[in-house]
C-alpha cells in the first residue's frame, strides 16, 4: 500500500512537471527565448516536488531567483493550483 501512494505521488508530480513545462514553452515563445531561459527542468522538477503556495515559498527553491518569481510567479502558482493536490 506504501509502495501504490509513494507511485501516484510521483505521477502527480510528473503531471505538474509537465504543466510547468507546457506553461514555459508557451512562456518562452512569447518571449522568444530558448526554454530553459524561462526557468530549467531542475527548478521545474523542484517546484512540482515542493509545491509551493505563495511567491514567498517560491524564492526557497534552488533555482527560483528573485526576477523569475516577479516576472512568473503568479502564473506558476497559477499552474500549481490548476493541477491535482499533492498527496
Known amino acids: 500500500a506504501k509502495a501504490a501512494k509513494k507511485a501516484v ?3 502527480a508530480a510528473a503531471d505538474v512537471v509537465e504543466a510547468l513545462k507546457a506553461w514555459r514553452l508557451g512562456e518562452a515563445k512569447k518571449r522568444k527565448v530558448p526554454a530553459f531561459r524561462v526557468m ?3 527548478a ?3 517546484i512540482a516536488g515542493t509545491r509551493p503556495r505563495s511567491k514567498e515559498e517560491l524564492l526557497g527553491i534552488v533555482g527560483v531567483g528573485a526576477r523569475q518569481v516577479e516576472k512568473y510567479g503568479a502564473a506558476i502558482l497559477g ?6 493536490p499533492a498527496r
Open 9 to 11: 505521488a510521483v505521477t
Open 40 to 42: 530549467t527542468d531542475a
Open 44 to 46: 521545474l522538477t523542484a
Open 79 to 84: 499552474v500549481l493550483g490548476k493541477a491535482a
